[in-house]
């Protein structure tokens, strides 16, 4: 049987409690799930690779299912150069939906061994994106309660 190898692609800018949610639950489907933070062209983002990277670290440092690593380019390369037959993403919201099934349906297309699973996110998470946890932190206010304990925001980048 092949080994079930999930890559968890996003920009995870910054990495929430949803994302964590998904990752936690999803666990038991696979036998390893790679959290792969990419290099969104259409994104600036607000924290260093370095930052996403030691957070999703620290917050999965005791469970050897998961890995982290950073990517450029296509997810489905990601996946075929890490051996993985699945793509696991988050659906929080209708719109959501639309917009990943565009993406899954364009993915298989390229490379059909490659399959995406959908998790629904939980009622308590189906609010949190990381964008408005961007504009609050922009703002001034207090995120911690959208993100993992892990993360720690000292200061956004300039």
């Given amino acids: 049987m092949k080994n079930r190898i999930a890559i968890f692609p996003g920009s995870f800018d910054p990495f929430t409690v949803g994302h964590e949610s998904i990752v936690i639950r ?4 696979f036998d ?3 959290i792969a933070i990419g290099s969104n062209s259409s994104k600036q983002s607000l924290f260093t690779m370095e930052d996403r990277l030691g957070w999703i670290r620290d917050i999965f ?3 050897e299912k998961i890995s982290i690593i950073s990517f ?5 390369d990601c996946c075929r150069n890490n051996s993985a037959g699945y793509i696991l993403r988050g659906l929080r919201t209708s719109s ?3 917009f990943e099934r565009a993406i899954a349906q364009m993915n298989r297309t390229m490379h059909p061994e490659i399959e995406t699973v959908f998790l629904l996110a939980l009622p308590e998470f189906s609010h949190v994106a990381s964008a408005i946890v961007r504009d609050i ?5 207090d995120p911690s309660i959208f993100l993992p304990s892990a993360v720690k925001i000292k200061s956004v980048k300039g």
């Avoid at 999803?26 to 489907?29: D, E, F, Q, S």
């Avoid at 932190?137 to 206010?141: E, L, R, Y």
């Fill in 61 to 63: 440092r005791n469970d």
């Fill in 96 to 98: 959501d939906f639309e």
């Fill in 72 to 76: 450029q380019g296509l997810t489905v």
């Fill in 26 to 29: 999803a666990r038991g489907l």
């Fill in 32 to 34: 390893k799930i790679i």
């Fill in 137 to 141: 932190i922009v703002h001034g206010g």
